[in-house]
DNA sequence: CGTCAAGACTGGAATGATTCCAGAGAACGA
DNA sequence: TCGTTCTCTGGAATCATTCCAGTCTTGACG
């Protein structure tokens, strides 16, 4: 069941245009987000290898935090669940997960720009972003 | 440096009426999050063993969680760091987490009530919780 | 005031996500 | 094409947390 490895002109760019080198591993992590929104480090994993053959795990870990710090991707990690990634990127959108099955969902930013709410006292804190997680049921966990 | 054992009256009342057995542990472990706000279990196990001598780690764990699940204590998990605990419940109040040394600083509920959010979409998920985590640096790492 | 069953604690091993490390391999500017 | 620098490999280590089986306590009841 391994895909043919098909080249992204588009994500090719992506990756120049952040100053990375272009390799299979970071093509294949940037391809494997954008059909799943939200997977964790170990779904990547999984389907880059089902499109590449052998690679470590070190090297997705080694990617995404590449592309994480490249703001390719962005990183949400729910309270008992590992890390999740997605493509979504540049705008402070929110998330709803399920308590019972973890599933993640995106959610418009409730008030205006990022960071979209300040905190009533910052403590003399410098804030520079409001993460906001709902949590609840999803349809289908609620039957 | 070993504290006397004080009898607090109102923290045994406080453990019998969530139905829960007054042990040295728990009564140890509610005085350390009294003194020292958002603590790590790490951070618990030290203070407990502090006041009691040998005390196992998981007799700490064990005792976060019975107090957590009788909503005496809650628990908030900053990405990347281990989880925290507070004696502050009941409010959904919100926190701001400094970016470079990891301290927490409490922020009331930025708006209304708890849900004190709605999500704009919320993808047929029932939400009950809104957790708004404020990062930034604090004013110390600041500097 | 003693009994005893449910519940709490001990200590040691296991788990899961993630990181560290040293060496081999690949990308890309010159 | 070459060399430098960055990336990937594979295996061990780390950290927070949980699991487990056996022992000890708490507190309801007699």
Request: proline share 5%; net charge negative; with cysteine.
């Amino acid at each position: 069941m391994t895909r043919t490895p098909i080249d992204e002109p588009a994500e090719r760019q992506l990756l120049r245009d952040a100053g990375l080198r272009v390799t299979g591993v970071r093509l294949a992590v940037l391809r494997a987000l954008g059909e799943h929104q939200h997977s964790t480090a170990d779904t990547v994993v999984r389907a880059v290898r089902d499109e590449l053959g052998t690679v470590s795990v070190q090297a997705v870990y080694d990617s995404l935090h590449a592309l994480t710090d490249a703001d390719l991707l962005r990183r949400m990690e729910p309270a008992g669940h590992p890390a999740r990634y997605e493509r979504r990127v540049g705008d402070n959108h929110h998330h709803i997960v399920c308590r019972a099955c973890g599933a993640v969902a995106d959610v418009d930013c409730t008030v205006g720009h990022a960071p979209c709410l300040l905190p009533s006292d910052d403590h003399g804190f410098t804030v520079d972003l409001a993460e906001v997680t709902f949590w609840g049921l999803c349809p289908r966990c609620r039957g």
